[in-house]
Protein backbone atom coordinates (compact mmCIF):
# COMPACT_ATOMS: atom_id res chain seq x y z
CA UNK A 1 0.00 0.00 0.00
CA UNK A 2 1.27 3.47 -0.92
CA UNK A 3 1.30 5.72 2.42
CA UNK A 4 -1.72 7.79 2.07
CA UNK A 5 -1.18 11.60 2.65
CA UNK A 6 -4.68 12.70 3.93
CA UNK A 7 -7.08 11.12 5.74
CA UNK A 8 -10.59 12.19 4.76
CA UNK A 9 -13.65 11.13 6.29
CA UNK A 10 -17.24 10.71 5.10
CA UNK A 11 -20.00 13.40 6.71
CA UNK A 12 -21.59 10.81 8.59
CA UNK A 13 -18.15 10.86 10.93
CA UNK A 14 -19.00 13.68 12.26
CA UNK A 15 -18.98 13.64 15.82
CA UNK A 16 -22.77 13.27 16.93
CA UNK A 17 -21.50 14.75 20.33
CA UNK A 18 -19.03 16.96 22.10
CA UNK A 19 -16.56 15.65 24.97
CA UNK A 20 -16.56 17.32 28.34
CA UNK A 21 -13.12 16.24 29.96
CA UNK A 22 -14.54 17.57 33.28
CA UNK A 23 -15.47 14.75 35.18
CA UNK A 24 -12.59 12.10 34.06
CA UNK A 25 -10.34 14.89 35.75
CA UNK A 26 -8.66 13.48 39.11
CA UNK A 27 -9.86 16.95 40.87
CA UNK A 28 -12.19 19.37 40.84
CA UNK A 29 -11.45 22.80 38.82
CA UNK A 30 -11.57 25.83 40.88
CA UNK A 31 -15.05 27.80 40.42
CA UNK A 32 -15.15 31.35 39.02
CA UNK A 33 -15.54 33.96 41.79
CA UNK A 34 -18.15 36.62 42.06
CA UNK A 35 -15.69 39.72 42.04
CA UNK A 36 -17.76 41.54 45.08
CA UNK A 37 -18.57 39.04 47.41
CA UNK A 38 -15.76 36.38 46.69
CA UNK A 39 -18.29 33.38 46.27
CA UNK A 40 -19.11 31.39 43.44
CA UNK A 41 -20.86 32.81 40.24
CA UNK A 42 -24.08 30.91 40.05
CA UNK A 43 -26.16 30.86 36.56
CA UNK A 44 -27.94 34.03 37.49
CA UNK A 45 -24.55 35.84 37.44
CA UNK A 46 -23.78 35.17 33.56
CA UNK A 47 -27.82 34.90 32.45
CA UNK A 48 -26.94 38.81 30.99
CA UNK A 49 -23.91 37.60 28.98
CA UNK A 50 -24.88 34.27 27.86
CA UNK A 51 -27.98 31.80 27.27
CA UNK A 52 -28.95 29.11 29.63
CA UNK A 53 -27.46 25.97 27.74
CA UNK A 54 -24.08 27.75 26.94
CA UNK A 55 -24.19 28.33 31.38
CA UNK A 56 -25.57 24.89 31.71
CA UNK A 57 -22.27 23.25 29.47
CA UNK A 58 -20.13 25.32 31.47
CA UNK A 59 -20.78 23.94 34.58
CA UNK A 60 -21.88 20.49 33.14
CA UNK A 61 -20.93 17.20 34.87
CA UNK A 62 -21.85 15.29 31.51
CA UNK A 63 -18.91 13.23 29.48
CA UNK A 64 -20.65 13.99 26.59
CA UNK A 65 -23.18 16.74 25.12
CA UNK A 66 -25.36 15.57 22.12
CA UNK A 67 -24.20 18.66 19.04
CA UNK A 68 -27.32 19.79 17.64
CA UNK A 69 -28.71 18.12 14.35
CA UNK A 70 -29.04 21.60 12.83
CA UNK A 71 -25.26 22.36 14.30
CA UNK A 72 -24.09 19.34 12.49
CA UNK A 73 -25.82 20.98 8.99
CA UNK A 74 -23.78 23.68 9.24
CA UNK A 75 -20.45 21.85 10.57
CA UNK A 76 -20.73 20.05 7.14
CA UNK A 77 -19.66 23.29 4.95
CA UNK A 78 -16.02 21.90 6.01
CA UNK A 79 -16.21 19.13 8.26
CA UNK A 80 -15.10 16.31 8.87
CA UNK A 81 -11.40 18.06 8.47
CA UNK A 82 -8.50 16.19 6.88
CA UNK A 83 -5.56 14.57 8.58
CA UNK A 84 -2.28 15.24 6.50
CA UNK A 85 0.20 12.75 7.11
CA UNK A 86 3.22 15.19 6.26
CA UNK A 87 5.50 13.15 4.48
CA UNK A 88 6.87 16.09 2.48
CA UNK A 89 8.27 17.73 5.63
CA UNK A 90 9.52 14.17 7.05
CA UNK A 91 11.53 14.59 4.11
CA UNK A 92 13.10 17.74 4.01
CA UNK A 93 13.73 16.81 7.89
CA UNK A 94 15.28 13.37 6.61
CA UNK A 95 13.66 12.41 9.83
CA UNK A 96 12.25 8.65 11.09
CA UNK A 97 9.45 10.81 12.61
CA UNK A 98 5.56 10.38 11.25
CA UNK A 99 3.98 13.90 11.59
CA UNK A 100 0.31 14.02 11.19
CA UNK A 101 -1.20 18.02 11.40
CA UNK A 102 -5.39 18.13 11.79
CA UNK A 103 -5.53 20.79 9.40
CA UNK A 104 -8.42 22.89 10.36
CA UNK A 105 -8.02 25.83 8.22
CA UNK A 106 -10.53 24.50 5.44
CA UNK A 107 -13.29 26.56 7.69
CA UNK A 108 -15.08 29.55 5.76
CA UNK A 109 -12.97 31.56 8.31
CA UNK A 110 -10.05 29.82 7.55
CA UNK A 111 -9.98 28.41 11.12
CA UNK A 112 -10.49 26.34 14.26
CA UNK A 113 -12.88 28.74 15.56
CA UNK A 114 -16.40 28.26 13.51
CA UNK A 115 -16.34 24.40 15.32
CA UNK A 116 -17.56 27.24 18.42
CA UNK A 117 -19.10 30.06 16.78
CA UNK A 118 -21.79 27.92 15.05
CA UNK A 119 -22.95 26.59 18.33
CA UNK A 120 -22.66 29.46 20.32
CA UNK A 121 -24.81 31.49 17.87
CA UNK A 122 -27.01 28.69 17.23
CA UNK A 123 -27.88 28.59 21.23
CA UNK A 124 -28.33 32.66 21.40
CA UNK A 125 -30.65 32.24 18.58
CA UNK A 126 -32.68 29.92 20.18
CA UNK A 127 -33.39 31.52 23.08
CA UNK A 128 -34.03 34.62 21.76
CA UNK A 129 -31.43 36.87 21.02
CA UNK A 130 -31.13 39.49 18.46
CA UNK A 131 -27.18 40.79 18.59
CA UNK A 132 -24.17 39.30 19.77
CA UNK A 133 -21.14 41.05 20.75
CA UNK A 134 -17.79 39.85 20.87
CA UNK A 135 -14.15 40.83 20.67
CA UNK A 136 -11.09 39.64 18.28
CA UNK A 137 -7.63 40.24 18.31
CA UNK A 138 -6.03 38.95 14.65
CA UNK A 139 -9.56 39.59 13.25
CA UNK A 140 -10.01 35.10 13.14
CA UNK A 141 -12.70 34.99 16.28
CA UNK A 142 -14.26 38.22 14.71
CA UNK A 143 -14.86 36.30 11.02
CA UNK A 144 -15.76 33.00 12.80
CA UNK A 145 -18.73 34.48 14.57
CA UNK A 146 -19.70 36.43 11.67
CA UNK A 147 -19.68 34.20 9.36
CA UNK A 148 -22.22 31.82 12.21
CA UNK A 149 -24.44 35.08 13.21
CA UNK A 150 -25.27 35.14 9.00
CA UNK A 151 -26.16 31.71 9.49
CA UNK A 152 -29.08 32.02 12.09
CA UNK A 153 -29.91 35.70 11.35
CA UNK A 154 -28.78 37.60 14.31
CA UNK A 155 -26.48 40.86 14.42
CA UNK A 156 -23.17 40.74 15.46
CA UNK A 157 -21.08 43.67 16.55
CA UNK A 158 -17.28 43.48 16.95
CA UNK A 159 -14.57 45.21 18.78
CA UNK A 160 -11.10 44.40 17.09
CA UNK A 161 -7.97 45.54 18.67
CA UNK A 162 -6.71 48.76 17.18
CA UNK A 163 -3.48 46.97 15.70
CA UNK A 164 -4.79 44.42 13.96
CA UNK A 165 -7.64 46.60 12.87
CA UNK A 166 -4.96 49.03 10.74
CA UNK A 167 -3.18 45.86 10.01
CA UNK A 168 -5.43 44.02 8.90
CA UNK A 169 -7.83 45.31 6.80
CA UNK A 170 -8.81 42.16 4.88
CA UNK A 171 -10.20 40.58 8.04
CA UNK A 172 -12.39 43.48 8.85
CA UNK A 173 -13.66 43.13 5.67
CA UNK A 174 -14.74 39.64 5.94
CA UNK A 175 -16.27 40.29 9.00
CA UNK A 176 -18.33 42.89 7.17
CA UNK A 177 -18.70 40.96 4.17
CA UNK A 178 -20.57 38.35 6.32
CA UNK A 179 -22.87 41.57 7.75
CA UNK A 180 -21.29 42.16 11.11
CA UNK A 181 -20.27 45.90 12.36
CA UNK A 182 -16.77 46.11 13.26
CA UNK A 183 -14.77 48.79 15.57
CA UNK A 184 -11.51 49.60 16.38
CA UNK A 185 -10.67 49.26 20.29
CA UNK A 186 -10.32 51.12 22.25
CA UNK A 187 -13.47 53.07 20.87
CA UNK A 188 -15.42 55.67 21.80
CA UNK A 189 -18.52 53.28 21.72
CA UNK A 190 -18.19 52.43 25.49
CA UNK A 191 -17.03 53.91 28.93
CA UNK A 192 -14.43 51.28 28.95
CA UNK A 193 -12.94 52.20 25.85
CA UNK A 194 -13.41 56.19 26.16
CA UNK A 195 -11.50 55.73 29.62
CA UNK A 196 -8.71 54.01 28.17
CA UNK A 197 -8.03 56.45 25.08
CA UNK A 198 -8.55 59.35 27.70
CA UNK A 199 -5.50 57.89 29.47
CA UNK A 200 -3.83 57.05 26.55
CA UNK A 201 -5.05 58.70 23.17
CA UNK A 202 -2.41 56.34 20.55
CA UNK A 203 -3.20 53.19 22.52
CA UNK A 204 -3.20 50.05 19.99
CA UNK A 205 -5.31 48.12 22.26
CA UNK A 206 -5.83 44.54 23.45
CA UNK A 207 -7.74 41.59 23.93
CA UNK A 208 -8.39 42.40 27.35
CA UNK A 209 -9.47 46.12 26.49
CA UNK A 210 -11.72 44.87 23.70
CA UNK A 211 -12.87 42.64 25.85
CA UNK A 212 -13.91 44.65 28.41
CA UNK A 213 -16.18 47.08 25.42
CA UNK A 214 -17.61 43.94 24.46
CA UNK A 215 -19.04 42.79 27.22
CA UNK A 216 -19.96 46.53 28.16
CA UNK A 217 -21.89 46.56 25.08
CA UNK A 218 -23.42 43.49 25.74
CA UNK A 219 -24.75 44.60 29.29
CA UNK A 220 -27.04 47.38 27.97
CA UNK A 221 -30.25 45.66 26.24
CA UNK A 222 -31.89 42.23 26.81
CA UNK A 223 -31.69 40.91 23.37
CA UNK A 224 -28.28 41.47 23.11
CA UNK A 225 -25.58 38.66 24.66
CA UNK A 226 -21.69 38.32 24.59
CA UNK A 227 -19.99 35.65 23.25
CA UNK A 228 -16.59 34.41 23.45
CA UNK A 229 -14.27 32.98 21.64
CA UNK A 230 -11.34 30.45 23.71
CA UNK A 231 -10.79 30.36 27.30
CA UNK A 232 -13.75 28.87 28.60
CA UNK A 233 -15.23 25.41 29.36
CA UNK A 234 -18.19 25.27 26.76
CA UNK A 235 -15.92 26.75 23.71
CA UNK A 236 -13.13 23.97 24.66
CA UNK A 237 -15.80 21.61 24.62
CA UNK A 238 -17.07 22.32 21.46
CA UNK A 239 -13.80 22.43 19.92
CA UNK A 240 -13.41 19.01 20.90
CA UNK A 241 -14.71 17.24 17.16
CA UNK A 242 -11.27 18.08 16.24
CA UNK A 243 -9.68 15.14 18.51
CA UNK A 244 -12.78 13.00 18.10
CA UNK A 245 -12.26 12.97 14.07
CA UNK A 246 -8.44 12.77 14.54
CA UNK A 247 -8.69 9.42 16.52
CA UNK A 248 -11.02 7.59 13.94
CA UNK A 249 -8.19 9.51 11.54
CA UNK A 250 -5.53 7.69 13.31
CA UNK A 251 -7.53 4.40 13.41
CA UNK A 252 -7.79 4.86 9.37
CA UNK A 253 -4.14 5.34 8.96
CA UNK A 254 -3.13 2.48 10.74
CA UNK A 255 -1.76 4.30 13.60
CA UNK A 256 -2.20 3.23 17.16
CA UNK A 257 -1.37 6.39 18.97
CA UNK A 258 0.34 9.84 18.59
CA UNK A 259 3.57 9.41 20.71
CA UNK A 260 3.28 13.76 21.23
CA UNK A 261 0.88 15.59 20.93
CA UNK A 262 1.39 19.67 20.25
CA UNK A 263 -0.54 22.63 20.15
CA UNK A 264 -0.40 26.70 20.29
CA UNK A 265 -2.51 28.20 23.16
CA UNK A 266 -3.76 31.63 23.23
CA UNK A 267 -6.87 31.37 25.49
CA UNK A 268 -6.36 27.06 24.59
CA UNK A 269 -9.13 26.23 22.52
CA UNK A 270 -7.51 24.30 19.60
CA UNK A 271 -5.04 22.62 21.61
CA UNK A 272 -7.69 21.14 24.21
CA UNK A 273 -9.72 20.35 21.36
CA UNK A 274 -7.00 18.17 19.73
CA UNK A 275 -5.84 16.79 22.41
CA UNK A 276 -8.97 16.40 25.36
CA UNK A 277 -10.24 13.58 23.23
CA UNK A 278 -6.98 11.68 23.28
CA UNK A 279 -6.34 12.61 27.03
CA UNK A 280 -9.68 11.05 27.50
CA UNK A 281 -7.74 7.61 25.91
CA UNK A 282 -4.88 8.55 28.03
CA UNK A 283 -6.62 8.50 31.53
CA UNK A 284 -8.28 4.85 30.33
CA UNK A 285 -4.85 3.85 30.28
CA UNK A 286 -5.35 2.95 26.26
CA UNK A 287 -2.59 5.25 25.19
CA UNK A 288 0.52 7.30 26.86
CA UNK A 289 0.98 10.60 24.43
CA UNK A 290 2.95 13.37 25.99
CA UNK A 291 1.50 16.44 25.52
CA UNK A 292 2.66 19.85 25.30
CA UNK A 293 1.43 23.38 25.07
CA UNK A 294 3.49 26.13 22.65
CA UNK A 295 2.76 29.81 23.51
CA UNK A 296 4.85 33.22 22.36
CA UNK A 297 7.73 34.30 24.71
CA UNK A 298 6.20 37.49 24.45
CA UNK A 299 2.81 36.12 26.08
CA UNK A 300 4.19 33.39 28.20
CA UNK A 301 1.22 33.05 30.87
CA UNK A 302 1.55 29.15 31.51
CA UNK A 303 5.66 29.02 31.66
CA UNK A 304 5.74 32.33 33.70
CA UNK A 305 2.41 33.52 34.78
CA UNK A 306 1.20 33.29 38.11
CA UNK A 307 -1.91 31.06 39.08
CA UNK A 308 -4.43 33.06 40.68
CA UNK A 309 -7.55 34.81 40.54
CA UNK A 310 -7.75 37.17 37.99
CA UNK A 311 -10.13 39.06 35.43
CA UNK A 312 -10.21 38.00 32.10
CA UNK A 313 -10.34 41.39 30.86
CA UNK A 314 -8.32 45.27 31.41
CA UNK A 315 -11.41 46.43 32.92
CA UNK A 316 -12.70 43.80 35.34
CA UNK A 317 -16.13 43.63 34.32
CA UNK A 318 -15.51 39.63 34.14
CA UNK A 319 -15.70 36.83 37.20
CA UNK A 320 -12.60 35.82 38.76
CA UNK A 321 -11.43 33.44 37.01
CA UNK A 322 -8.11 30.74 38.30
CA UNK A 323 -5.94 30.36 35.80
CA UNK A 324 -2.07 31.32 34.52
CA UNK A 325 -2.22 34.78 34.33
CA UNK A 326 -0.12 37.39 33.50
CA UNK A 327 -2.12 40.55 34.92
CA UNK A 328 -4.94 41.75 33.59
CA UNK A 329 -3.34 44.94 32.52
CA UNK A 330 -0.66 43.47 30.99
CA UNK A 331 0.05 44.22 27.48
CA UNK A 332 1.65 41.85 25.54
CA UNK A 333 4.16 43.15 23.19
CA UNK A 334 3.34 42.79 19.55
CA UNK A 335 3.95 39.19 18.31
CA UNK A 336 2.23 38.81 14.31
CA UNK A 337 0.69 35.46 16.30
CA UNK A 338 -2.32 37.75 17.54
CA UNK A 339 -4.37 35.37 18.73
CA UNK A 340 -2.29 34.18 21.30
CA UNK A 341 -1.85 37.35 23.06
CA UNK A 342 -4.15 37.07 25.58
CA UNK A 343 -3.22 37.76 29.19
CA UNK A 344 -4.67 34.79 31.05
CA UNK A 345 -5.25 31.09 29.78
CA UNK A 346 -8.56 28.90 30.26
CA UNK A 347 -8.68 28.10 33.85
CA UNK A 348 -9.91 24.47 33.05
CA UNK A 349 -6.34 24.12 30.99
CA UNK A 350 -4.85 25.92 34.29
CA UNK A 351 -6.14 23.69 36.24
CA UNK A 352 -4.80 20.96 34.37
CA UNK A 353 -1.89 22.12 33.88
CA UNK A 354 -1.64 22.26 37.95
CA UNK A 355 -2.24 18.78 37.47
CA UNK A 356 0.47 17.77 35.27
CA UNK A 357 -1.72 16.46 32.61
CA UNK A 358 0.61 18.30 29.93
CA UNK A 359 3.89 20.06 29.82
CA UNK A 360 4.34 23.99 28.53
CA UNK A 361 7.19 25.81 26.46
CA UNK A 362 7.46 29.03 25.01
CA UNK A 363 8.82 30.24 21.95
CA UNK A 364 10.44 33.32 20.09
CA UNK A 365 8.32 34.54 16.92
CA UNK A 366 11.47 34.27 14.55
CA UNK A 367 11.83 30.94 15.56
CA UNK A 368 8.49 30.00 14.87
CA UNK A 369 8.48 31.90 11.32
CA UNK A 370 11.66 29.96 10.20
CA UNK A 371 9.15 26.44 11.10
CA UNK A 372 6.13 28.05 9.07
CA UNK A 373 8.79 28.63 6.40
CA UNK A 374 10.07 24.75 5.97
CA UNK A 375 6.93 24.16 6.65
CA UNK A 376 5.26 25.56 3.91
CA UNK A 377 7.82 24.96 1.09
CA UNK A 378 7.45 21.21 2.16
CA UNK A 379 3.66 20.76 2.54
CA UNK A 380 2.41 24.30 0.70
CA UNK A 381 -0.07 25.44 2.92
CA UNK A 382 0.81 28.79 5.07
CA UNK A 383 0.57 28.73 8.50
CA UNK A 384 -1.13 31.46 10.80
CA UNK A 385 1.02 32.97 12.79
CA UNK A 386 -0.40 31.13 15.78
CA UNK A 387 0.14 27.39 14.66
CA UNK A 388 3.51 28.11 13.53
CA UNK A 389 4.63 28.09 17.29
CA UNK A 390 3.30 24.61 17.51
CA UNK A 391 5.45 23.97 14.10
CA UNK A 392 8.67 24.76 15.60
CA UNK A 393 8.35 22.45 18.66
CA UNK A 394 7.19 19.58 15.93
CA UNK A 395 10.22 20.65 13.68
CA UNK A 396 12.95 20.73 17.03
CA UNK A 397 11.13 17.15 17.84
CA UNK A 398 11.89 15.94 14.42
CA UNK A 399 15.14 16.58 14.12
CA UNK A 400 15.81 15.03 17.11
CA UNK A 401 14.66 12.09 16.31
CA UNK A 402 16.42 12.30 12.84
CA UNK A 403 19.54 11.87 15.00
CA UNK A 404 18.14 9.33 17.76
CA UNK A 405 16.76 7.00 14.88
CA UNK A 406 13.48 6.98 16.85
CA UNK A 407 10.18 7.15 14.89
CA UNK A 408 8.10 9.14 16.99
CA UNK A 409 4.33 9.46 15.67
CA UNK A 410 3.53 13.09 16.15
CA UNK A 411 0.01 15.01 15.70
CA UNK A 412 -0.14 18.55 16.07
CA UNK A 413 -2.90 21.30 14.83
CA UNK A 414 -2.59 23.48 11.76
CA UNK A 415 -5.54 25.64 13.39
CA UNK A 416 -5.55 27.95 10.73
CA UNK A 417 -4.13 29.32 7.38
CA UNK A 418 -2.12 32.89 7.12
CA UNK A 419 -3.56 34.31 3.88
CA UNK A 420 -4.23 37.37 5.60
CA UNK A 421 -0.89 37.17 7.39
CA UNK A 422 1.14 38.39 4.45
CA UNK A 423 2.37 41.30 6.22
CA UNK A 424 3.75 39.41 8.94
CA UNK A 425 5.55 36.73 6.45
CA UNK A 426 6.78 39.72 4.71
CA UNK A 427 8.25 41.32 7.70
CA UNK A 428 10.21 37.94 7.95
CA UNK A 429 11.58 37.06 4.78
CA UNK A 430 12.73 40.73 4.45
CA UNK A 431 14.81 40.10 7.89
CA UNK A 432 12.62 42.94 9.45
CA UNK A 433 11.12 41.07 12.24
CA UNK A 434 11.80 41.43 15.98
CA UNK A 435 11.84 38.94 19.16
CA UNK A 436 10.85 40.65 22.26
CA UNK A 437 12.66 39.93 25.31
CA UNK A 438 9.95 39.98 28.16
CA UNK A 439 11.79 41.43 31.57
CA UNK A 440 10.59 39.63 34.98
CA UNK A 441 10.11 43.50 35.80
CA UNK A 442 7.03 43.96 33.49
CA UNK A 443 5.70 40.85 34.71
CA UNK A 444 6.20 41.40 38.10
CA UNK A 445 4.71 44.99 37.66
CA UNK A 446 1.41 43.81 36.16
CA UNK A 447 0.94 40.67 38.71
CA UNK A 448 1.05 43.59 41.74
CA UNK A 449 -2.13 44.63 40.36
CA UNK A 450 -4.02 41.24 40.97
CA UNK A 451 -7.07 41.52 42.48
CA UNK A 452 -7.60 40.41 45.98
CA UNK A 453 -10.15 37.65 46.50
CA UNK A 454 -12.94 39.08 49.19
CA UNK A 455 -14.37 36.53 51.74
C1 LIG B 1 -7.76 32.26 17.96
C2 LIG B 1 -6.69 31.43 17.40
C3 LIG B 1 -5.71 30.85 18.22
C4 LIG B 1 -5.66 31.05 19.69
O1 LIG B 1 -6.76 30.60 20.40
P1 LIG B 1 -6.86 29.22 21.13
O2 LIG B 1 -8.11 29.32 21.90
O3 LIG B 1 -5.65 29.09 22.03
O4 LIG B 1 -6.89 28.16 20.09
C5 LIG B 1 -4.75 30.06 17.64
N1 LIG B 1 -4.72 29.87 16.32
C6 LIG B 1 -5.64 30.39 15.49
C7 LIG B 1 -5.53 30.10 14.03
C8 LIG B 1 -6.65 31.18 16.01
O5 LIG B 1 -7.58 31.69 15.19
Redesign the pocket.
Known amino acids: MTERTKVILDESEIPARWYNVMPDLPAPMPPPLHPGTGQPVGPEDLAPLFPMELIRQEVSADSYVDIPDVVRDVYRLWRPTPLYRAHRLEKALNTPARIYYKY??VSPA????PNTAVPQAYYNAAEGTKRLTTET??G??GS?LSFACAQYGIDCEIWMVRASYDQKPYRRTMMETWGATVHASPSRTTKAGADILAADPDSTGSLGIAISEAVEAAGGSADTRYAL???LNH??MH?TVIGEEALKQFAVAGESAPDLIV???????????LFFPFLREKLAGRINPVIRAVEPAACPSFTRGRYAYDFGDTAGFTPLLKMHTLGHDFIPDPVH?G??R?HGM?PLLSHMYELGLFEAEARQQRECFAAAITFARAEGIIP????THALASVIEEAKRCAESGEPKVILT?L???GHFDMAAYQRYLSGEMEDFELSQERIDDALTRLPTVAG
Open positions: EGGSHKGAQWAGSVVLQGCTGGGSNFAGAGLYSAPEPACGH
